[in-house]
């Protein structure tokens, strides 16, 4: 079955870092890939997608492309920011069994903590 | 925003008594999903619905029921809760060309003593 594996947490970054969290997936067929981002007690929220191969999915200054060659989507941020402390998730949409329904596959997600 | 409420947002109840999720949606989106949320384990599908009357299990279905009477509202039934079902649950709903992307509700933290 599909999987997605991402570098384990957490991430402890000063402000103005470089950030990379890797995400690699196992898939059948053409999957659209996605990061979410949590921030403490809330829900999940789309940061970017991107929908096939080489397409890069940008958002609030956060980088992705999807490398069908390495099966990669990592996720960057030239300089982070306190604001971005939460947990990242990386995603990949598939067709589910019944309705022509998609269904999400989510890594185990890597908390970040930005420091002032 | 896509609308999307999430009741109770905090319950705690005791094994072996029944517990029912709602979720409701403003936007009459067609696809509805129910996951749970644990330590390690970033999201897992438990069903879906892709319309009225209409839904399908996912990865960690069992001991969960759902039924979908109208558009707007999705339940999910824990028939007999366990101790093993103290989670965070997402509801979800699809939008977006071919139904790809999704978005979440604010979620419900339940815990079973």
């Known amino acids: 079955g599909n999987s997605v594996t991402q570098m384990e947490g957490p991430v402890t970054l000063s402000e103005e870092a470089f950030l990379t969290i890797n995400c690699t997936y196992t898939?059948?067929?053409?999957?659209?890939l996605f990061w979410y981002v949590q921030y403490p007690g809330e829900g999940l929220q789309l940061l970017l997608k991107?929908?096939?191969?080489?397409d890069k999915g940008s958002n609030k200054g956060f980088e992705a492309t999807y490398r069908k060659e390495t099966t990669s989507f990592h996720l960057e941020k030239g300089s982070v920011q306190v604001s971005d402390s939460a947990v990242y998730f990386c995603?990949?949409?598939?067709?589910?069994?019944?309705?022509?329904?998609?269904?999400?596959?989510f890594g185990s997600g890597t908390q970040l903590t930005v420091l002032p | 925003d896509a609308g999307i409420t999430q009741s109770p947002r905090h319950k705690v109840t005791e094994t072996g008594t029944p517990v029912t999720l709602r979720c409701h949606q403003t936007?009459?989106?067609?696809?509805m999903y129910w996951y749970r949320q644990d330590p390690g384990h970033g999201l897992r599908l438990i069903h879906y619905?892709?319309?009225?009357?209409?839904?399908d299990k996912g990865e960690v279905s069992d001991g969960y029921s759902v039924s979908r009477s109208k558009t707007e509202d999705f339940l999910l039934t824990l028939e007999s809760a366990t101790s093993s079902q103290t989670s965070v649950y997402f509801c979800?709903?699809?939008?977006?060309?071919?139904?790809?992307?999704?978005?979440f509700g604010p979620g419900t933290r339940l815990t079973v003593l």
């Open positions: 995603a990949l949409s598939d067709l589910a069994t019944s309705g022509s329904a998609r269904q999400l596959t």
């Open positions: 936007e009459n989106h067609r696809y």
């Open positions: 979800a709903i699809a939008t977006g060309g071919s139904y790809n992307e999704q978005f």
């Open positions: 991107a929908t096939k191969a080489d």
């Open positions: 619905s892709y319309g009225v009357k209409d839904t």
């Open positions: 898939a059948t067929g053409y999957p659209s």
